[in-house]
């Protein structure tokens, strides 16, 4: 499966943006789909994971009840929701693909997208 993540650009802070990560080859619903980032200076850390039931998500502490995974199978496509944006979410922004559960590590993905970048003006 290769993975397009889009929808970066620069966003105020308290803002909002949407980010999206398309499929092909095979379809998106084989998958849970997570979003990681790699800000400046910094390792890439696991955002959110959105299972392939839809029900099933996990947040990291730092962007839980600000951003909200979700999927649309039909349009092969995981969305990333990101609300309240605040200076240190700057990063570039990458989908991963697993058949994994749980999945909050880089290692547990088998297929990454390129990345988005996202910057947050104060």
Same mark, same amino acid.
């Given at each position: 499966?290769?993975?397009? !993540? &889009?929808?970066?650009?620069?966003?105020? !802070?308290?803002?909002?943006?949407?980010? &999206?990560?398309?499929?092909?080859?095979?379809?998106?619903?084989?998958?849970?789909?997570?979003?990681?980032?790699? !800000?400046?200076? @910094?390792?890439?850390?696991?955002? !959110?994971?959105?299972?392939?039931?839809?029900?099933?998500? *996990?947040?990291?502490?730092?962007?839980?009840?600000?951003?909200?995974?979700?999927?649309?199978?039909?349009?092969?496509?995981?969305?990333?929701?990101?609300?309240?944006? @605040?200076?240190?979410?700057? *990063?570039? /922004?990458?989908? *991963?693909?697993?058949?994994?559960?749980?999945?909050?590590?880089?290692?547990? /993905?088998? /297929?990454?997208?390129?990345?988005?970048?996202?910057?947050?003006?104060?």
């Amino acid at each position: 499966v290769q993975l397009q !993540a &889009s929808g970066g650009g620069l966003v105020q !802070a308290g803002g909002s943006s949407r980010l &999206s990560c398309t499929s092909s080859g095979r379809p998106i619903n084989m998958y849970s789909v997570g979003w990681f980032r790699l !800000a400046p200076g @910094k390792g890439r850390e696991f955002v !959110a994971v959105i299972r392939t039931n839809s029900i099933s998500r *996990a947040y990291s502490d730092s962007v839980e009840d600000r951003f909200t995974i979700s999927r649309d199978n039909a349009r092969n496509t995981v969305y990333l929701q990101m609300d309240s944006l @605040k200076s240190e979410d700057t *990063a570039v /922004y990458y989908c *991963a693909a697993t058949i994994n559960w749980p999945a909050r590590r880089e290692e547990d /993905y088998e /297929y990454w997208g390129q990345g988005t970048l996202v910057t947050v003006s104060s």
